[in-house]
């Protein structure tokens, strides 16, 4: 209504976010798969030279457990070309193209996602201005947009600025498709101007992969939550809860939960008979979903809240196997044959 800004002033901002439902409709499709690999936080999954490789913190490693790199810091960002070059991005801002130093632009600082696209140029996720990858909760606390999209053919060129967290990228020809966690969407950039073409999703997006037949899959990192969304509206509130509180106990968003009593929402995790329900809010999640050729999601796959596979950040479908990283839940498992899923 054209009143409601008006009557906010008075009665408050309604906070609601979108239903789990239709093509999110809640399952245990992730706590039911079977693991592939346990391994400390793995994040990025690729494809590399006909192999499976995953990061797991200053490491690269198949999911046998052989060990490929080690790296002096935290691997934040992982693509592989089809004529076998890796890109890897690390913590400390640094990117590694084919085994050499690659020079970035001095705004670059923050790489959340890298990706190959079919004509050979490499697409880069700068998800901030000011922060590291690992200072994510910061950023949204800090209600920041100063994410970035470059992409590299011989030299940098800058796509889009003023971005909330840059997450994940699909290379599509025409430019590409970016996963936006603050604002909740999915935006292709390469136009005049960047066009949404996802909205309104029930969690923060992360990385993007393609899906064999067409459409794409997307991990979501973790859950919206009413309790969370309004926090982001109090700000006193919210910069006392920065300045006084360590940021795993802050009121926000979390790869894992239920680990130290210390952790918020705990009486929102409603227990009978020392079982915790799956419907409690929660500040972690796993879900994965699939997107088709329109970009519309056809299904899900779920951790829910009394599950463990949470902070799911990165798919990948290889030789019509599905994998999925579990960084909250320290495993990667399967989602099975993807021919089948949906069915």
């Known amino acids: 209504m054209i009143f409601d800004p008006i009557l906010d002033i008075f009665r408050g901002k309604a906070v609601t976010i979108p239903p789990l439902d239709g093509a999110f409709r809640p399952n245990t499709a992730l706590d039911d798969a079977p693991v592939v690999a346990h391994m400390p936080q793995p994040d990025n999954l690729v494809v590399w030279r006909g192999r499976v490789v995953a990061s797991s913190g200053t490491t690269l490693q ?35 193209v084919a085994g050499q130093a690659l020079t970035r632009p001095a705004e670059v600082r923050c790489i959340t996602a890298l990706a190959f696209g079919a004509d050979g140029r490499l697409w880069l996720a700068n998800g901030s201005a000011t922060l590291r990858p690992s200072q994510w909760a910061t950023d949204l606390m800090m209600k920041n947009a100063s994410g ?6 011989g030299a940098w060129r800058r796509v889009a600025g003023s971005l909330a967290w840059p997450y994940g990228l699909l290379p599509d020809g025409a430019g590409v498709i970016v996963s936006e966690s603050w604002r909740h969407r999915l935006l292709h950039l390469g136009g005049t101007r960047p066009q949404p073409v996802l909205e309104s999703l029930p969690g923060y997006p992360a990385r993007l992969s393609p899906a064999e037949g067409g459409g794409a899959w997307l991990a979501l990192f973790a859950p919206r939550n009413r309790l969370i969304e309004f926090v ?78 949470h902070g799911v950040t990165s798919v990948l479908e290889h030789q019509g196997q599905l994998l999925i990283a579990s960084k909250g839940g320290d495993c990667i498992v399967t989602g099975g044959h993807t021919e089948t899923e949906g069915d």
């Open 232 to 309: 982001l509206q109090e700000t006193y509130y919210r910069l006392a809860m920065m300045a006084e509180v360590p940021p795993e106990f802050w009121i926000a968003p979390a790869l894992s939960s239920g680990r130290s009593f210390l952790e918020p929402l705990q009486c929102g995790g409603i227990r009978m008979l020392g079982v915790h329900k799956a419907w409690s809010p929660t500040r972690s999640f796993g879900l994965v979903v699939r997107l088709g050729a329109d970009m519309a999601p056809n299904f899900s796959l779920h951790s829910r809240a009394n599950g463990t596979r």
């Open 148 to 153: 970035s999209v470059w992409v590299y053919d």
């Open 62 to 96: 198949e999911p046998n457990g052989e060990v490929l790199q080690n790296y002096s810091c935290d691997v934040t960002a992982l693509a592989a070309s089809s004529r076998g070059d890796l890109a890897v991005g690390l913590e400390d801002g640094s990117l590694i």
